[in-house]
């Protein structure tokens, strides 16, 4: 483009900037939509009603995009919603915008405020998918409805895929629709997803918040335990039962962490670009890994959030034995969930847990594994991530570091490496380590401001599809 070009759409930018009514509709919608309970309880376990007036309220809330000529709607596997945005330059290369509309359950106790209330309280709205993942959900929607209210007609096609079971699969929702735009031959220049965030407090002597794009995500191995023994009657029990076994393999296989990996990765780099934030003499450490590589894995293995960023992490998330008080059990079953380091394979996984296991007694089934996702492109090339990098900065001003990371968490993202190998999981989000416990936990929040701007981020984000050059290249390269 020449330098007129680019000056007249520069002057046809529509500003981020919404009235006090648009503001208070914004918010409105997002209450609604976490009134709406679309919980996935567990692999074929849906809220089908919440899930299907859910696709309603999208409707009503967001007209424009549903009556826009050059947006195709389409529900995918029922509840799932593909959106079509038709730009107006058939030579650039689309993108996908990716969200999810399904949340984990909310038990009512322990919640300040009940979780699919959307109520709001001291300028925060609490519920049930505020973070987790409705906010984007709808701040994708609010900002194209504003756009488009504004005529704004965007010259990059794009897609917004909106899942309905990423919390227990994406088989039904993500994997779907990107089977259908692989039939359609689409190849997508770059997606956005959810999974990392603006990091705050999560590195004590670090004063600014940093973000993080993550350029990959996590494996994971659900592995089925289970050990079967006579049963018989509980006056006189054997030796050992097949609780007793399974309990003592859950507890060797927390006792052992799975080795930590702290290498080369995505974390590296970002570690390196924090360096000269921290003060002396935590930045000469890092700037000196080739030195002090023992010593910051050791470090980062000291607390819970970061060790899941250096190691395949180890979780018994379900135990269960027993039929009767008197009966000594017949059979008892656990199931773990690992999350795989980028550096490891669900094979080296196995193999690993087989010999901390050490008991034949112990039966393993894989009831479901993939391998880490690749890693991104986060080079000076990269045209998808350079461009969330630009808008973070535009948006953010306050935060000077934007680096590469890894998600320690599963994203729908992943069943789209069939379309793309430009996979960014960012939310234009602050999160501090209180909002992270409260990521599938209690009192899930997020506050009216932050809202707003997640908004203003995908307004602009949306623009900066089509207007965004790269990097300046070097004066070498003219
Ligand atoms: C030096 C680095 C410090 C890093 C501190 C990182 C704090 C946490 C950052 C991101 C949170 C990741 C959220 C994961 C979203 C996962 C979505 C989800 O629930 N998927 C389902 C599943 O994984 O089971
Ligand atoms: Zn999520
Ligand atoms: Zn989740």
């Given amino acids: 483009?020449?330098?007129?070009?680019?000056?007249?759409?520069?002057?046809?930018?529509?500003?981020?900037?919404?009235s006090s009514q648009e503001r208070v509709a914004m918010k409105e919608a997002l209450?609604?939509?976490?009134?709406?309970?679309?919980v996935s309880f567990g692999p074929e376990e849906?809220?089908?009603?919440?899930?299907?007036e859910f696709g309603e309220f999208i409707q009503k809330a967001f007209p424009?995009?549903?009556?826009?000529?050059f947006i195709q709607h389409e529900a995918v596997g029922s509840y799932s919603h593909l959106f079509t945005v038709r730009g107006s330059d058939p030579s650039l290369q689309p993108y996908l915008l990716m969200a999810h509309i399904d949340v984990v359950p909310a038990p009512q106790e322990g919640w300040e405020v009940p979780p699919f209330s959307g109520l709001e309280r001291d300028g925060f709205i609490y519920g049930r998918g505020t973070l987790d993942n409705k906010n984007s959900v709808m701040a994708i929607l609010q900002a194209l409805e504003l756009l488009l209210v504004r005529n704004y007609v965007p010259r990059r096609s794009f897609y917004i895929a909106l899942g309905h079971d990423e919390e227990v699969s994406g088989k039904y929702g993500a994997q779907k629709i990107s089977a259908l735009l692989q039939s359609r031959g689409v190849q997508l220049a770059f997606l956005v997803d959810e999974g990392s965030f603006i990091l705050d407090g999560f590195i004590p002597s670090l004063k600014n918040p940093f973000a993080i794009i993550a350029v990959s995500e996590k494996g994971s191995i659900n592995l089925n335990l289970q050990v079967n023994m006579a049963p018989g009657h509980s006056s006189a029990p054997p030796e050992e039962t097949s609780i007793g076994i399974l309990a003592a393999a859950v507890s060797r296989l927390e006792q052992s962490p799975l080795p930590n990996m702290f290498g080369d990765g995505p974390l590296?780099?970002?570690?390196?670009?924090?360096?000269?934030?921290?003060?002396?003499?935590?930045?000469?450490?890092?700037?000196?890994?080739?030195?002090?590589?023992?010593l910051v894995s050791r470090l980062l293995e000291r607390n819970y959030i970061t060790n899941a960023f250096v190691r395949t992490t180890t979780a018994a998330t379900m135990f269960n034995a027993g039929i009767k008080a008197n009966v000594i059990p017949p059979m008892a079953q656990a199931t773990i969930n690992f999350r795989i380091h980028p550096a490891q394979t669900v094979q080296e996984v196995l193999e690993l847990v087989k010999k901390i296991l050490a008991d034949d007694r112990v039966q393993m089934h894989v009831t479901g594994a993939f391998d880490p996702l690749p890693i991104s492109p986060s080079d000076e090339q990269a045209f998808g991530y350079q461009l969330l990098r630009h808008t973070i900065q535009s948006i953010f001003p306050e935060v000077n570091i934007v680096g590469p990371g890894i998600c320690i968490g599963n994203t729908d993202s992943r069943h789209y490496t069939n379309l793309t190998s430009n996979i960014y999981r960012f939310n234009p989000v602050y999160l501090n380590p209180q909002d992270f416990s409260s990521i599938h936990g209690l009192n899930e929040k997020i506050s009216v401001q932050a809202y707003h701007t997640q908004v203003k981020f995908m307004f602009e984000l949306i623009q900066d599809a089509d207007t965004y050059q790269g990097p300046v290249p070097h004066l070498h390269e003219l």
Avoid: H
């Fill in 1 to 18: 483009m020449n330098l007129q070009g680019k000056e007249s759409q520069e002057a046809s930018r529509i500003p981020s900037q919404f």
């Fill in 31 to 38: 209450k609604d939509a976490i009134k709406i309970p679309t």
């Fill in 46 to 52: 849906f809220n089908t009603t919440a899930l299907a």
């Fill in 64 to 69: 424009t995009v549903f009556k826009t000529s």
């Fill in 268 to 294: 590296k780099t970002t570690l390196q670009l924090l360096a000269n934030e921290l003060p002396f003499p935590t930045n000469i450490v890092l700037n000196n890994l080739w030195l002090f590589r023992p």
